[in-house]
């Protein structure tokens, strides 16, 4: 089964980091220690100083120390600490196979398709992780966001599902896996595969969504139909589960 490894570390989101962490300026020794730290928890990496971070209404945040990974140099790294612990986004990136199997193994055979990807599993690294290497079993269980695209190919339109079909489905997930999930479900002809997965937006038939902020309740389930609005809709709004 393909897999997309594409765990995002949106920049808007890494920004809510500064505002959190201290302003105060960190030295050349204060710095290194923080990136040995991370080293010694994750010796099989090379870590090196890439900078700070520059925000657009204060410049540089001499506060958030931006690391370069040997292992993984396309992806954006920090360490900053917040009342006084040290904290990172790495672990998101580390264990990043992990939440992927763990996402497929909590989905997998849910939907009606002929055949399906999951991607973007958004973590919200913003928040930060202790710098240690806790493993991936910890951190699916005390840290692990739900939150993915699923791309779901169909070789004929009667297997996408129709609301309350797919309102039984999501209730029936949430019965057998209970978690805080945000769920993007896009549904395409299984001819526009290659298509889609380069751009899911264009191509979809229609996007189901489930929408979670806490363990009990659903925000909302949405459904929306590639093509115009008229016919968008709330499945659920605000229940009770």
């Not at 920049?11 to 302003?23: F, H, Y």
């Not at 140099?73 to 998101?92: F, H, Q």
């Not at 009990?216 to 605000?238: F, K, L, P, S």
Request: glycine fraction near 4%.
């Amino acid at each position: 089964m393909n897999r997309v490894r594409s765990i995002r570390i949106a920049a808007a989101l890494l920004a809510s980091v500064m505002l959190l962490s201290s302003c105060t300026p960190i030295g050349k020794m204060q710095q290194n220690g923080w990136i040995k730290k991370l080293s010694d928890a994750f010796p099989e990496d090379t870590f090196t100083f890439d900078g700070h971070p520059e925000q657009v209404l204060t410049g540089t945040d001499y506060s958030v120390v931006k690391v370069k990974s040997e292992l993984y140099p396309d992806v954006y790294i920090s360490l900053w600490k917040e009342k006084g612990e040290l904290y990172t986004n790495y672990l998101a990136i580390a264990y990043e196979e992990d939440i992927y199997d763990e996402l497929y193994r909590v989905l997998d055979g849910r939907f009606p398709c002929s055949s399906y990807v999951i991607r973007q599993a958004n973590q919200r690294s913003y928040k930060g992780y202790p710098v240690e290497d806790i493993g991936s079993r910890k951190f699916i269980k005390n840290y692990m966001d739900y939150d993915c695209q699923v791309l779901l190919f169909c070789d004929d339109e009667s297997q996408i599902p129709d609301d309350d079909e797919i309102k039984d489905i999501f209730l029936e997930l949430l019965d057998d896996e209970p978690r805080v999930y945000n769920l993007q479900l896009y549904y395409f002809d299984a001819k526009d595969a290659d298509l889609a997965e380069d751009n899911p937006l264009k191509y979809y038939k229609v996007r189901y969504q489930l929408f979670m902020t806490e363990e009990d309740h659903i925000n909302n389930m949405y459904a929306d139909y590639n093509g115009g609005t008229e016919n968008d809709h709330y499945i659920v709004r605000d229940m009770d589960i």
